[in-house]
């Protein structure tokens, strides 16, 4: 049979030919891999780091992981494995903390290997509280906060978070995070509990219990997300009337994509998400990092980046620098979760308070979920 | 002579239950997209067992053809009134389909295709059956059907837009699909899953072969044991496989490369080509062999020219268990690959957890569209190859 010897012979061929393509896109010489969020956001950070970066660097190149969600197991088992493959992580704050107490995340001097603010003030003055740890290099402040259909909340659409647990003023579904964080805050807050006593009071049992029972009220009503996608197409179906996401989902869904869609500043939840550079990388490797690094957080870097997502820059000087969306135009600092404006009541995520009690609360919450 | 069944008018209160008990099933659907399910009910009941009740009791049966044309026009006029223009289509769907069941029921017609001798309740057992195959049908394609239009939708989200619902064209757009032809991701993923999936197949199918082979043949001493080694892959959980292979190529070196997605794809297909070849070689002759060998050929020279061709079948069977098994897998490829093997399983993976984009579904609908065409040339093929083997007729 011709047709057969043909076929072993052209998959032998193709079989070498596969072995010597893999061998040759082993770690080539100036490539990087960055790991991120996919979507809007790492699109945004394309857009402002890696483009221009590329451009002064002819040589470097670039590969995207959408693998943040995952980071810390992923991290983990590259330790065990001995084979870190990533050079630059893009997580949240709080997993930066638990990445840089295991060890996997590389503690690093911010005033040496980040640029100082244009007015010559130092990186760590600039970036001031979004420091929360060594090995965090901070990009953007984001909030989780609560959108709303404009058309199903009648003629008084809410204005403050405890709309949210007002079930006869807004009837209907609302979309919660699977997780404690944010939902036992704003229940505590709207139990009517001080705003500065919140934290004290979640840290006892009774207090975590008291969240537990405000949330309680809504739960038949409440459908819980575990990604930040969900809320947006929920509420772009109409199938809850109200719920929290990102901010810079909402702002996606009713500036880019024209929803019926408004949003509360009201009690947002502030965050960070930043870089870490993963522990045990060779020496070339982490000089192409940290040249790359000292590039993406510069002061114009960060504004450039809210130009296309709303999220606010992690550097104080980058504030005045931030411009108009690439696309539509429009001023964006008004949509910053930062903007004087916006800020006049926030949480700010308390990661010392977290560290300590997340376990606790997430076990509890869990559990409560599951009743 | 055979008896034919005679179609014999039934009484009309029967055809108007069982008409009524159909719209009363359509009308749950109607009811849940107006708000109240029960009301839905009820109205359907009421209305198709009443037309059932006039074309049977009231008309003769010369009315037929007026009664279904004045049928299909009222339930038509119905749906635009409800729905607009997709009521108009659904009213004409329902007006044709209500006008020859209270036919096909109340004329008897339904005993025509079936034995004269067959009880009540026997009949009643054939189209139930039917009923329920069907249903079964219905709620494996539904949700494969539901993506198609959806991807096709002018907005970044997974809802039918009123525009979509109202058939305007300015509710309908390819842009997710120009999203997938252009994106950069996108395409290295296609590229990728092209590249790994063919490559993947070809060794599983090679090493499956002989490995089926070699087990078959009696002198080989643990068959059984080296048996369920092989075909392990397919027992034990992905996760453990992938997790397993995740740090055994890392310490080899093989972690983060094509070669190395490539070789756990083809250690996961080559069970599926074990089975299949092991179960075309249980009819396969041994005699032939030997009588090859008793001409001069050589082992080589037999296999190819007198064992290949004849289990053939199981091998392109095998073949392509293999490549979709390569082609859907997300679970082996995270572990083993880096991103720069991403394939499209991943991308799509990745995709609907953090974006919810209908690019998703552009690209599932692609796929659809392949794997059809894939499923229908492999069965056209193997009827034209058993064809020529004249083993069936025509």
Redesign the interface.
């Known amino acids: 049979m011709k047709l057969t010897k043909t076929l072993m012979t052209t998959s032998a061929l193709t079989v070498a030919a596969a072995a010597a393509f893999a061998a040759s896109h082993g770690n080539m010489a100036g490539s990087m891999t960055l790991v991120s969020w996919g979507g809007a956001y790492q699109n945004s950070q394309t857009k402002a780091y890696a483009e221009p970066y590329m451009a002064n660097n002819p040589g470097v190149s670039m590969t995207w992981d959408e693998s943040s969600a995952e980071a810390v197991a992923k991290l983990r088992a590259m330790n065990e494995a001995g084979n870190i493959t990533w050079d630059l992580v893009d997580v949240e704050a709080a997993d930066a903390i638990r990445l840089c107490d295991e060890g996997l995340a590389m503690e690093i001097d911010h005033d040496e290997v980040l640029a100082a603010a244009p007015d010559g003030s130092s990186a760590s003055d600039d970036f001031g509280d979004s420091i929360i740890s060594d090995c965090f290099i901070p990009q953007i402040v984001f909030s989780t906060t609560v959108g709303y259909r404009t058309d199903l909340v009648g003629a008084t659409p809410p204005t403050d978070i405890c709309a949210l647990f007002d079930l006869e003023t807004y009837p209907g579904k609302r979309s919660l995070n699977k997780r404690p964080i944010a939902n036992v805050e704003w229940a505590l807050l709207c139990d009517g509990v001080p705003k500065d006593e919140i934290y004290e009071v979640l840290a006892t049992p009774e207090g975590q219990d008291r969240a537990l029972a405000k949330l309680g009220t809504i739960k038949d009503q409440v459908v819980w997300w575990s990604a930040g996608a969900e809320t947006p197409q929920l509420l772009a179906d109409g199938e809850v009337v109200m719920g929290s996401t990102y901010n810079g989902r909402l702002f996606s869904a009713i500036a880019e994509q024209n929803q019926p869609i408004g949003m509360l500043w009201d009690a947002q939840m502030l965050d960070y998400d930043g870089w870490i550079i993963p522990e045990g990388l060779p020496e070339d490797r982490l000089a192409r990092v940290m040249d790359f690094l000292k590039f993406a957080t510069d002061t114009q870097r960060l504004a450039d980046q809210a130009a296309y997502i709303s999220y606010g820059p992690a550097r104080a000087s980058s504030a005045p620098l931030v411009g108009t969306h690439a696309e539509l135009g429009i001023e964006m600092a008004p949509h910053m979760p930062t903007d004087p404006a916006n800020s006049q009541n926030v949480f700010v995520t308390q990661y010392d308070f977290w560290a300590d009690y997340r376990d606790d609360l997430d076990a509890k919450f869990q559990s409560w979920l599951a009743q | 002579m055979a008896i034919e069944s005679q179609a014999i008018k039934r009484p009309a209160p029967f055809a108007a239950g069982v008409v009524g008990a159909a719209g009363g099933f359509l009308g749950i659907f109607v009811g849940a997209s107006n708000g109240s399910v029960l009301l839905g009910i009820l109205v359907g009941f009421v209305l198709a067992a009443a037309a059932a009740f006039v074309a049977m009791q009231v008309l003769d049966e010369g009315m037929e053809r007026p009664f279904k044309w004045g049928l299909l026009g009222l339930i038509t006029v119905g749906g635009v009134l409800l729905g607009g223009l997709p009521g108009l289509i659904l009213g004409a769907i329902f007006g044709w389909l209500f006008g020859w069941f209270i036919y096909w029921v109340g004329m008897g017609r339904y005993r025509v295709p079936l034995p004269p001798y067959l009880t009540a309740g026997q009949v009643l057992w054939h189209y139930s059956f039917r009923m329920l195959c069907g249903v079964i049908f219905v709620f494996l394609i539904t949700p494969i059907l539901v993506v198609m239009p959806l991807s096709f939708n002018a907005?970044?989200?997974?809802?039918f837009t009123p525009e979509m619902l109202a058939f305007d064209p300015a509710g309908y757009s390819l842009k997710h699909y120009k999203d997938f032809f252009t994106s950069t991701?996108w395409q290295g993923a296609l590229r990728n899953s092209l590249?790994i999936a063919?490559?993947a197949t070809?060794?599983s199918v090679?090493f499956g072969t002989l490995a089926a082979i070699g087990l078959s043949s009696e002198h080989v001493p643990f068959r059984r044991a080296i048996m369920a080694i092989l075909i392990s892959p397919m027992i034990v959980p992905l996760i453990i496989s992938a997790?397993g292979m995740?740090?055994f190529y890392?310490?080899i070196g093989l972690?983060?490369?094509?070669?190395?997605v490539?070789l756990a794809h083809a250690a996961l297909g080559i069970p599926f080509v074990i089975i299949t070849v092991t179960a075309t070689l249980v009819g396969f002759d041994r005699s032939l062999t030997r009588a090859a060998a008793n001409m001069g050929a050589d082992p080589v020279t037999t296999f190819?020219?007198v064992q290949?061709?004849l289990i053939l079948p199981g091998v392109i069977s095998g073949g392509l268990f293999a490549f979709i098994t390569s082609f859907d897998e997300v679970v082996v490829v995270i572990f083993v690959g880096?991103?720069?093997q991403?394939t499209l399983p991943w991308q799509m993976f990745?995709?609907l957890?953090?974006?919810?984009?209908p690019t998703i579904l552009a690209v599932a609908t692609i796929l659809v569209g392949i794997s059809i065409c894939l499923l229908t040339v492999v069965e056209m093929l193997r009827r034209r190859s058993e064809r020529l083997r004249g083993m069936s007729p025509g």
């Open positions: 907005q970044d989200f997974f809802t991701e590249i063919p490559l070809i060794l090679s997790a995740y740090f890392s310490r972690q983060g490369t094509l070669l190395g490539v190819f020219r290949m061709p880096s991103a720069n991403q990745t995709g957890r953090e974006q919810i984009s």
